[in-house]
């Protein structure tokens, strides 16, 4: 598995999701990835540090220039839990909890990741589907987490390495039934 390639895949699947949903400056964005699927296993088997690193990367090249949040889900293990920075859990109005994502026991590879390289990281057990898109690589289902209504999203790439990427953006609800006239950007 080429590492240089996932970072890549990951960079072009993140700036397609970020454009298509029209994100801006201080949205939020999240990510759930099982390492394991990417190198072609099942989910919670293969726990790679590795290609959580260069997942972890990739998202960072496209995000932080963007000045857009992150939110990387944690695995089951910590009921999928999500590492944030400190500034974004307090700008959410978020609730920290007491856990430190490890990879093969709880939290997985790309939480551990997160939680060791963001400036100020804590884990905070829900976002209270607050987030604006988001991408999910290996089916770790990262619904839960972004506004309602969850719109899924088609970009030009569908995996990264091995695993099958689900990708998604919010969209405001319509309202006001068959007389309502929307706007056609928000849709």
């Known amino acids: 598995m080429n590492l240089n390639i996932i970072q890549k895949q990951v960079e072009q699947a993140v700036k397609e999701v970020c454009d298509a949903a029209h994100l801006h400056e201080g949205q939020l964005f999240v990510v759930g990835c099982s390492s394991s699927e990417v190198l072609g296993e099942m989910i919670g088997t293969h726990t790679s540090v590795d290609v959580a690193k260069v997942v972890y990367e990739g998202i960072i090249q496209v995000l932080e220039p963007r000045k857009i949040d992150l939110a990387v ?3 089951e293990h910590l009921n999928r839990a999500l590492v944030v920075d400190q500034a974004v859990m307090k700008k959410y109005n978020l609730e920290q909890v007491n856990a430190i994502p490890q990879p093969n026991h709880a939290g997985g590879a790309l ?3 997160a939680y060791k390289e963001m400036k100020e990281a804590v884990v905070v057990e829900d976002i209270h589907a607050q987030a604006d898109a988001g991408i999910d690589i290996g089916s770790t289902l990262i619904g839960m987490h ?3 209504v969850v719109v899924p999203l ?3 790439i569908d995996t ?3 695993a099958r990427l689900t990708c998604a953006r919010r969209r405001p609800k319509y309202v006001g039934g068959a007389r309502a006239i929307y706007d056609e950007r928000l849709m």
């Open 73 to 75: 889900q944690c695995c």
């Open 111 to 113: 939480g551990t990741v």
């Open 146 to 148: 972004i506004h309602p």
């Open 154 to 156: 088609r970009i030009s």
């Open 160 to 162: 990264i390495g091995q």
